[in-house]
């Protein structure tokens, strides 16, 4: 699976200590026409589109082409929070979303049993740490925090999206359907 951030960070030993081999793919990477990596899952996680934390968001942009097809093509994506109030940070997704960054602990019910729902597992449900909410998409809402959505799912052409404004690590079990169930497909 694919890892996009900077440099490795606590995030990527977590995957690998779950049994998922991971390959950092770096903004630079990201952007360049030329790069051509194989995965069946790429994970963005929380921060993406604020600069205090990474320059990811033009990268993802210059990309977008890319994620649509390696997603259309059977791939699974995870994005976390943008972890800034952005309107336009989710841009680059192949469908529209808005996210208002609010960061604090809610309870989290999850209304669908598509596998996404497994994604907070390892955590109480009643108090579960988000940097925000999604209150305009063209996704299935998996996961509710109060009247907002904090997690949505999106199947496009034969592989899938996952948008969370969770913010804690992935369950264990989550982590190893959803990074084994994509299909391997050129990014």
Same mark, same amino acid.
């Given at each position: 699976?694919?890892f996009?951030?900077?440099?490795?960070?606590?995030?990527?030993?977590?995957i690998?200590?779950?049994?998922?081999?991971?390959e950092?793919?770096?903004?630079?990477?990201?952007?360049?026409?030329?790069?051509?990596?194989?995965?069946?899952?790429?994970?963005?996680?929380?921060?993406?589109?604020?600069?205090?934390?990474?320059?990811?968001?033009?990268?993802?942009?210059?990309?977008?082409?890319?994620?649509?097809?390696?997603?259309?093509?059977?791939?699974?994506?995870?994005?976390?929070?943008?972890? /800034?109030?952005?309107?336009?940070?989710?841009?680059?997704?192949?469908?529209? *979303? $808005?996210?208002? +960054?609010?960061?604090? %602990? &809610?309870?989290?019910?999850?209304?669908?049993?598509?596998?996404?729902?497994?994604?907070i597992?390892?955590?109480?449900?009643?108090?579960?740490?988000?940097?925000?909410?999604?209150?305009?998409?063209?996704?299935?809402?998996?996961?509710?925090?109060?009247?907002?959505? /904090?997690?949505?799912?999106?199947?496009?052409?034969?592989?899938?999206?996952? *948008? $969370?404004?969770? +913010?804690?690590?992935? %369950? &264990?079990?989550?982590?190893?359907?959803?990074?084994?169930?994509?299909?391997?497909?050129?990014?």
């Amino acid at each position: 699976m694919g890892f996009v951030w900077q440099s490795k960070q606590h995030f990527n030993r977590y995957i690998e200590e779950c049994g998922i081999a991971c390959e950092l793919v770096t903004p630079h990477m990201l952007a360049a026409p030329f790069y051509r990596g194989r995965f069946n899952c790429i994970i963005i996680p929380t921060g993406f589109a604020n600069p205090a934390f990474s320059n990811l968001l033009p990268a993802l942009r210059a990309a977008s082409p890319r994620i649509k097809q390696f997603v259309e093509m059977g791939g699974n994506l995870l994005t976390f929070g943008a972890a /800034v109030d952005r309107p336009d940070a989710y841009d680059w997704l192949p469908f529209p *979303v $808005t996210y208002k +960054h609010d960061c604090h %602990s &809610r309870k989290v019910d999850c209304i669908s049993r598509s596998g996404a729902d497994t994604i907070i597992d390892d955590y109480d449900p009643s108090s579960v740490e988000c940097d925000g909410s999604f209150y305009a998409h063209e996704a299935e809402s998996i996961g509710i925090a109060g009247s907002t959505d /904090v997690i949505i799912e999106k199947n496009i052409g034969e592989g899938r999206i996952i *948008v $969370t404004s969770i +913010h804690e690590f992935p %369950s &264990r079990n989550f982590l190893k359907t959803f990074c084994s169930s994509g299909k391997e497909s050129r990014f």
